[in-house]
Each structure stands twice: as structure tokens, then as C-alpha cells.
């Protein structure tokens, strides 16, 4: 959901997860650990969107392909990174959050 | 301790590792630390009123109803910033621009007033409430018209004023005029060649639009009478000089930290009028200001790019040996002169349009004009006007191959610069360090198995039922980067050096800082592997600052591509002076002497025997703990480095196009990019930079433009219209490498990723005109949108 686009007030009852909510217990989740091996940023400016994107996503298509993954996070722009790492980083998070549901 | 060599090679994670990065940890957790994250007690926001028109008189300006609105402390105008003689500033290509308009508007969207205000709301309505009468003036747009005797003259104060800063002007619009090499060899060349080509090119009007706007805090403390101010700024120490020169606080009383930058291009060097307005508003105020431009400010008033219209010649014999290149540019440089040149070179780095070939005589001239649009000129990642150059030689070189009826690779290889020939100096003067283009483009060739394309496009040429027309694009570039030494690079005065402090700590490890500043390109990670190599210390604790004036030594920042070749240098030197006082405690502790020592990754050790030896964090105790007679304590070392020349990158690209013949709409099918740095400090990184910069070639070359109507009024100023390519449009990038290191440099690398933005745009012009190529056309300008070139197919006879 873009911040620019919704009232605040449409939010109530709503429950609103940012960035700063991925980690948990001094671990990366595994979006986080992802974006960081494949390098999937380089100033950084749009890492928060992109994670929450990927994290959003990925619920609904958990396991998605290359172009799906494309399209999924067309609605966030990145200046550096030209989005190559940005597919490698989401479709290795997906692999890794569908083992660990697997494990569990 | 005694681990094997790879094992130890590779704990350093130094240079040619492809570390993951030191930086991502804070951006990955939402804890980045960019200029609109500062909050400060007290801090006030700042909103700039901006002109609607193009050209005009401002005849009166009434700030009453905007004062009277609840939050809104100031209004400031050119009036408010005459005494303190600050309502003008130089700019960094020796003209002066206005801070704020002073009784004219030179552009739309020009800065003629500021609101401040207690909060981001109240100025919002301040700067709607200000009341500007104006006297709209006929406007300037079409440089070509602008210099016609009778248009109307846009700069009346350089009224009378016949000498500018590059020498004699022509009439009231003329900026300069610029030329390099040799024009009498070089139309002797034309006139008596067997074979000569003409074509006309534009290089239009683009923006680098990052994502992250510019802004600044401004904080003067009165008490202290010191101004500190964090600022989107690819050159921070630079700023610093300008704006203790502007206020008169000396320079060891100002701060400039540039934090976080979401990405720069080129787009934060200049100095905006909204950073001067901010740093006086805080001065006057004694609170600190905040200014953050939104979207549509970024595209309508920073620095854009380009809009070069050149013309471009080449002379050959009939079997397509180049003889002569002659090209004459007429430069839109819009309102002011703001172009962010080294002092001496107000066409930038043009003068390498020789590109990669062995070419005997050559000319330049390149006349700047004024216009009614916002300054700038050399931005998003152009090397300083090296976008220009190689899509001019390159598109010439089609062009002349074309004519000839040759192969485009063919006739790259029949003039290529030999690698037996460098060092070479081209017609223009540069003094290629090294490069062995042949090699690189076998390599490219190969890779794609060039031959089959060219046989599957004959094919579907042949086909009248194929849907698409298929286009190959090649470009073989030549770079020149790394400005620069400083008898000829400065800025406003400053030699174009850079510097690196090391201090490394009594238990191993160590701080470094340099003069340069990241805005994404991971000098975090890539500085500490040079260090790491070259003192065995691991690049993970090795700590790297850069952007705080107060602490890092004085350098020129970050943008053509020279922080590598200059800073990177600085950094190896550096380490060197450390790595050398280190062998002289080394031999003191094993009481032999230095000759009996070498060096082994992370250790000195006795030359035959393996067991006696010191690593650095050995080293770095004794140097704190009991350092020999007659040596300083302590384990650091700062050097300034003035490279001796610039370093040339190069790289050979090729790219595959289907066009729709219905509908225009193309294809990428594919993009091959073989790059050449010299030396590679961090694969990974260099890959994720390319894939940047040819995605941003990509929008350049494909979709982006900004234009103006008749008025001036400017179009295309917001992301409803400026294409900016999601993960949808962009193609997949393949990446390959050669390394010809630089001689010259210390690690002998050359600095790299404006390569992908410099190269891939020609390549994208290539493809497309190679599509239509066998129906006779040469040329057609960018962008190359569905719609441009469907007109295309029209004109063709192909789409109807």
C-alpha cells in the first residue's frame, strides 16, 4: 500500500506493517537476508517499498517466476539497481520462505 | 594463524572478492540516514514560489497575505538578499545565476520567492498566498533562433558585456565557443578524401531524476557562530568552500555533512538556489531550515542533461579507413551557464568524440547559447559531456559504414586504436592510457554469435510476411573518466585531486576516510577491500567515512566516474605509507633487517622461514605499545593523490531489437555488455552498477524527454510523462568483462558505471536505425517511444 495514495484514516482497524517490522529477535527475515546476498540495492532509497512489496507479494504468490515477480513489483521504481537483483533477491527469498514453511 | 594462503587470502575479503556489503545492513532494516530523515529541535521548513512563465518582468511582489498566515515566520525575495549581496551567485562554469529572481524570470518554475514557516502545511499555504505580478516577455526556446540577430535578449545583465567566461561572445545569447584539435589539417582532410558523410544529430533534453529529491538542513548556531548543514551533495568539501566564500563564516566554522544520498547521477553536484536560501534563512533566523523539493521541482529546476544539437562528418577512403572526423555542436544550455565543468573545459570531456579509432585529424567547435529554460547541461552519468561524444562518433561511424556498404563491425576493427599503439594520443590531445578493443570485441562477437544474427535479419528482411523489423546495435566506446590532474581539472579554482586518511587502531583495526561521497556505489565495501589487500587487515573492520567535511580530508566528491581512479588511488598510496612504516616494526620485533623480509597477505615473514613472521594486528600493538627508537607511535598515513593523467574505460555493447511493423512498440531481446575497467575491486558491485546504468540508458534512449512549448512552458515534468522503467519494461541485462588494467594507477583500475549509460544509449539508437537500415535510413533522433517510431514505419512505407 503507498503512503502517498491512502488517508490515514482509511488505516483504522487496519493492521500496518513497515520495514522496521521484518526483523524479528535480532534476525533478518529471510526478504532481508535475501535482498543483502543477491545485492539487491545500492542507495537504498527504495529498499524499505521494495521489502514490503516483496513481503506482500510473496503471500499472495509464493511461488512465483521470474515474470511474475516482474510484474508484482512493477508499482516500485529503483533508479540503481536496474531490478535484475531486486528478481534474484525475491524469487531466493520465496525458495527460502517455502522451505521453512515446508520445515515447520 | 597458519591457515592455507587461500584460506587467509580469502578472510581478508579484499580486492577482486565479491563481498556482499558493509552498507546494506541499515538500509535493509528501514535504518538509512538520508537528508529528510534529520529532524532537529526547532527546525523551521522552507517552500520556494516558483514562476509560471518562461520570460518575464516581475513587476511587484506582495508578501501580506502570506505573513499573515498562523506558522509563517518569513518571506524572503531577491530584495531581502541584495544586502547581503547573496541574490546572485557564480556558478560552477563561471557565470553568476540568480538565488532568487531579480526583476526577471529567466525559466519557468524559476525560484522567485521562499516561504518559511513552523511546519511543511503553513509554508505550503505561505507559498500559495504570495502574490507575483508579472509582465509576461516573448521566450527563447529554439537555441537556433536565439542566436538570430533581433531575438530577444534573455540576459540583460550581461548586457554590453562582448568577453565571457571562455572567451569572446558572439551576440546577446551567445555563451562561448569552444573548439579543439586541428581545424586546418582537418578540412584538408575533408576536401581531398574519396569519401565523406554528413549527419545531423540531437541529443535531447533529459533529467536524472533519482529517486531521492534534493534537499538540505541548514543549522547556523548563533551562540557558537558555526553553520552546519546536511545536504544531498555529491560534493560536499567543494560546497563547503563556496559557502564559506558566500557568507563570509570562514571555512573551519562550516560543516557539510552529505549522509545518505538516494542516488546522485550527476544531479547533486550543482548548488541550488533553495541550499543558499536555506543556510541564509537559518543564519537570519538562528533556528535550523529545512528544504525538500518534490517531484515535479526536481524535472523542471536541477540540472538536466545534454540537449546537444550536433552535426557530425567523417572523411574515409573508399575502403572505409577514417581520415577525418569534423563535428560543430550548438549547446542549449538553458538560462544561466550552470554546466558542472572543470574550469578549462565548458564543453566537458567532448573532445574524446575520437572514440576508439586511430584518426588522424580532427575538429571540434561547440557554441553554448542561452535559453528560457532551467540551467544545466552535464548530468546523469555523462563523464562530463562523454554521452555526447561517443554517441556522436558512434552514430558517424554507422553512418559511414552504411555508405560504404560495410559491416559495423567490420569497420570498427579496421580503425580500431591497436593495443600495440598505447599509450595513444588521439587528434584531440587525450593520452589513452591502455586498451585492447579487438580482443573485446571478439569476445562480444563470439558471445552472441554475431554472424547468425546478421544472417537470421537478412532473412526476415527477405520475409514480406514477417511481423517485425529486426535491428542489431553496436557500440565500441572509449570512456575518458577520473578527472583529474589538477594543471588542468579544477573546480572554481580547486585542483580536481582526492585524498584517503587511514589510522589503524592498537588492536587491528582501522578507520578510513577519503574525499568522495557514495550515493549507492558501496565505497563502504570496495575502499575497505583495497585497504584490506594492501594491509592484510579484514575489509570487515575496516570502518569507512566519507561526507563529513569536519572529519574527511579535503576532495572533489563523486561523479564522473573518478572516485576509483583518483580516490581509490589516494587510498592505495595511503595504505602504502602505512604498509612500509609497518615492514620497518616488523623487522625491529624480529630483530632482523627490512631486506630480509617479504610480505604474504597478511603478514610479514622472514624470507625461508615460514614459522618467524608478524601479521599487521601484531604490528599495530607494537606500534602503540613500544614503537622502535626514532619512530613515531601510531599506524596511519594520509595522502592526496593528483592523478598524472585520466583513465579510459572502454567496453564494446550489442543489443537486439524486434520492432512491431503495426505499432512500433520494441523488443529489447537482448543486451550484451562486455566492460573494461582494468582492475575489478568487487565483481557484484560492478555488475549491479551496470545493470543500472543500462536500465537508465534503456529510459534515455526509449522513452525519456523533456520538452517546452512555444512559451516555454515546460512539459513532461512529472512521472505521469517522464518514463521511468519498472521491472516490467526493463530487459534482462547479460554482462561480461575484460581487464586492461591502467598503467598510470596504483591498482591499476580505471573507475567504471557511467560505462552503461555512456555506451548502451548509442547501442538502443543502433539497433533502431540498423532496423531500417536496408531501406536507406541512417539516422532518426531519440527517444524511440511506439509512437516516434511508428512514424518512422510510416514514413518508411512500412505501417500505414
Known sequence: MKACTHLTVQCEGSDVKTVESLASGGALHAIQDAFYKEHGLQCGFCTPGMLMRAYRFLQDNPNPTAEEVRHGMSGNLCRCTGYQNIVKAVLTAAKTLQQTAVAA | ????????????????????????????????????????????????????????????????????????IAVLTADDLKPLKLHWMPTLAGDVQAVLADEKVHFQMQEVAVVIGEDRYCTADGVEAVEVEYEELEAVIDPFEALKPGAPVLREDL???????????????????????????????????????????????????????CGCVASFDPVRGELTTWITSQAPHVVRTVVSMLSGIPESKVRIISPDIGGGFGNKVPIYPGYVCAIVAS????????????????????????????????????????????????ADHGAFDACADPTKFPAGMFHICSGSYDIAAAHCSVDGVYTNKAPGGVAYRCSFRVTEAVY???????????????????????????????????????????????TALDKVLNAVDYKALRAEQAEKRADPDCPTLMGIGLVTFTEVVGAGPSKICDILGVGMFDSCEIRVHPTGSAIARMGTISQGQAHQTTYAQIIATELGISSEIIQVEEGDTHTA???????????????????????????????????????????????????????????????????????????????????????????????????????????????????????????????????MVIEGQIHGGLTEGFAVAMGQLLSFDKQGNIQGNSLMDYFLPTAVETPHWETDYTVTPSPHHPIGAK???????????????????????????????????AYRVWQQLKLAGIAS
Open chain 2, 1 to 72: 594463524m597458519n591457515a592455507p594462503l587461500s584460506e587467509r587470502e580469502k578472510a581478508l575479503m579484499g580486492m577482486g572478492e565479491p563481498r556482499l556489503r558493509k552498507e546494506d545492513a541499515r538500509f535493509i532494516q528501514g535504518k538509512g540516514n538520508y537528508v529528510d530523515d534529520m529532524k532537529l529541535h526547532g527546525m523551521l521548513h522552507m517552500d520556494i514560489v516558483r514562476a509560471p512563465v518562461a520570460h518575464a518582468r516581475i513587476k511587484r511582489i506582495n508578501k501580506e497575505a502570506a505573513l499573515k498566515i498562523p506558522g509563517v
Open chain 2, 159 to 213: 548586457v554590453g558585456k562582448a568577453e565571457g567566461a571562455h572567451g569572446p561572445r558572439k551576440s546577446p545569447n551567445h555563451i562561448f565557443n569552444w573548439q579543439a584539435g586541428d581545424k586546418e589539417a582537418t578540412d584538408a582532410a575533408f576536401a581531398s578524401a574519396a569519401v565523406t558523410v554528413s549527419q545531423d544529430m540531437h541529443y535531447p533534453r533529459v533529467h536524472p531524476c533519482p529517486l531521492e529529491t
Open chain 2, 283 to 330: 543564519i537570519v533566523l538562528g533556528r535550523p531550515v529545512k528544504w525538500v523539493e518534490d517531484r515535479i521541482e526536481n524535472l523542471s529546476s536541477t540540472g538536466f542533461a545534454r540537449d546537444y544539437h550536433m552535426t557530425g562528418e567523417l572523411a574515409a577512403t573508399a575502403d572505409g579507413k577514417i581520415l577525418a572526423l569534423r563535428t560543430h555542436v550548438t
Open chain 2, 392 to 438: 556522436l562518433v558512434e552514430r558517424m561511424v554507422d553512418v559511414l559504414a552504411q555508405k560504404l556498404g560495410m559491416d559495423k563491425a567490420e569497420i570498427r576493427s579496421k580503425n580500431f586504436i591497436k593495443r600495440e599503439q598505447f599509450p595513444y594520443k588521439s587528434a584531440f590531445g587525450f593520452e589513452y592510457d591502455s586498451g585492447d578493443y579487438q
Open chain 2, 553 to 683: 580530508p579535503y576532495g572533489l566528491g563523486t561523479y564522473g566516474s573518478r572516485s576509483t581512479p583518483v580516490a581509490g588511488a589516494a587510498i592505495a598510496m595511503a595504505a602504502r605509507k602505512i604498509h612500509a612504516k609497518a615492514k620497518t616494526i616488523a623487522a625491529h620485533l624480529m630483530e632482523v633487517s627490512e631486506a630480509d623480509l617479504e610480505w604474504e597477505i597478511d603478514r610479514f615473514k622472514v624470507k625461508g622461514n615460514d614459522a618467524k613472521f608478524k601479521t599487521m594486528t601484531e604490528i599495530a600493538w607494537a606500534a602503540h605499545h613500544q614503537p622502535p627508537a626514532g619512530l613515531e607511535p601510531g599506524l596511519e598515513a594520509v595522502h592526496y593523490y593528483d592523478p598524472p593523467n585520466f583513465t579510459y574505460p572502454f567496453g564494446i555493447y550489442l543489443c537486439v531489437v524486434d520492432i512491431d511493423k503495426a505499432t512500433g512498440e520494441t523488443k529489447v531481446r537482448r543486451f550484451y555488455a562486455l566492460d573494461d575497467c582494468g582492475t575489478r575491486i568487487n565483481p
Open chain 2, 751 to 785: 573507475g567504471v558505471a557511467e560505462s552503461p549509460h555512456v555506451g548502451s544509449i548509442p547501442t538502443f539508437t543502433s539497433a533502431m536505425v540498423d532496423a531500417f537500415a536496408h531501406l536507406g535510413v541512417t539516422h532518426f533522433n531519440m527517444p524511440h517511444t
